[in-house]
């Protein structure tokens, strides 16, 4: 056993120098330089770990092997994740990557719980990596990093942030919102049969599966309270041509589905304009998605899973939870009136898309300079 240790301990002990050295080396842009700083400090206390878990190993005593086996494989879990997650964002830095970080270091900067917690850009798919404290890693299509246009999607996922600065709060403000729906599915006459059993099955399934969608659509509501209306058109712009999948799922499929349908979600943005008086814009995007799916002949069907008489509650447990999060935006949109906001340039973004979109990467192109200066 000790030997195994040792092998294993001098191979992690090995790619851990490597990697340090090559962090240490690196140029990062300034926006990224408390990241980079915070890598380094990882990297270099994950090479600490396995110094000390080697010269436990040269004191030769038999009956701490369990205890250093134990540390050992932690150490190297921890790598692991550390290897996966946290190093790529300052290996594949660049220059370019100045804008998406601008626009994460003023969302984290807008909020108390997160001001401490740095962020960082890798590529992929619009996704999150929020476990506080450790720093939050977003990731943004490569294509999508050059432009202002799809930047407020960053909106829904620093949500995802707020969601676990606050998961006491917000774990329990879904849970209430799930028996509410629960009670609300219940059928009118109470039958003891196997098609009655049937039905209380797909009622949990329902019921859970709204663990995941109610996040899911508070992110929504955290994205349109910060940027609306530039979120709403990114959003709608950024899916509403992948398909028929975003307006139908089968019903099998939605059975603990992570995400709600993209075409419910596009509904509940809508009413939430609607409630803010907001009417030709809600009009606009309906009236958008309704033309794709009867291009599609798709027809609304959530199969149970959401029922129009669910809207009030589920959008009233989003107005409590963003209450209890309480990002940017939320009181007297304020960040219209905040200069080093960078909201007021998104929406001119997307003015000037809709009303220019041949002539705007001219327009883009220098704003985005005056931007990074």
């Not at 400090?41 to 086996?69: F, H, K, M, S, T």
């Not at 329990?172 to 059928?187: A, N, Y």
């Amino acid at each position: 056993m000790r030997e195994i240790l040792r092998h294993s301990s001098l191979d992690l002990l090995r790619e851990l120098e490597q990697l340090g050295a090559i962090i240490q080396g690196l140029s990062v842009p300034a926006e990224l330089r408390v990241y980079h700083q915070w890598v380094l400090g990882a990297c270099e206390g994950l090479r600490q770990a396995v110094v000390r878990n080697l010269g436990r190993l040269n004191l030769r005593r038999d009956d701490i092997l369990p205890e250093i086996l134990s540390s050992t494989q932690a150490v190297t879990r921890e790598f692991h994740r550390f290897n996966r997650w946290l190093v790529s964002p300052v290996l594949r830095a660049r220059e370019s990557d100045r804008l998406s970080l601008k626009i994460l270091q003023w969302l984290h900067s807008s909020h108390p719980r997160t001001r401490i917690i740095p962020a960082a850009l890798s590529d992929g798919d619009f996704a999150s990596w929020p476990v506080p404290p450790l720093p939050t890693i977003y990731f943004m299509p490569c294509s999508a990093q050059h432009g202002l246009l799809y930047l407020p999607i960053f909106f829904h996922e620093f949500g995802h942030v707020l969601y676990a600065c606050h998961r006491d709060e917000m774990d329990h403000l879904v849970l209430e919102l799930q028996e509410k729906i629960g009670e609300l599915l219940l059928p009118s006459v109470v039958r003891d049969d196997l098609q009655a059993r049937r039905e209380e099955e797909k009622r949990s399934i329902i019921v859970e599966t709204w663990y995941e969608w109610t996040q899911e659509l508070f992110c929504d509501a955290v994205g349109y309270t910060i940027g609306d209306p530039c979120f709403t058109y990114a959003f709608s712009m950024y899916l509403c041509m992948r398909g028929r999948s975003q307006f139908y799922v089968k019903e099998k499929e939605l059975h603990r589905r992570e995400h709600p349908v993209t075409w419910l979600r596009v509904r509940l943005l809508i009413d939430r304009a609607r409630r803010q008086g907001k009417e030709e814009q809600a009009r606009e995007i309906e009236r958008h998605w309704s033309t794709i799916a009867d291009a599609m002949h798709v027809t609304e069907d959530y199969h149970g899973f959401y029922e129009p008489e669910l809207r009030s509650v589920v959008q009233q447990t989003i107005d409590d939870m963003l209450t209890e999060a309480s990002p940017v935006g939320l009181e007297n949109e304020r960040e219209s009136v905040d200069l080093s906001s960078p909201v007021a340039l998104l929406n001119e973004a997307w003015i000037r898309f809709r009303a220019d979109p041949q002539n705007y990467p001219e327009w883009e192109r220098s704003a985005v300079a005056s931007l990074l200066l």
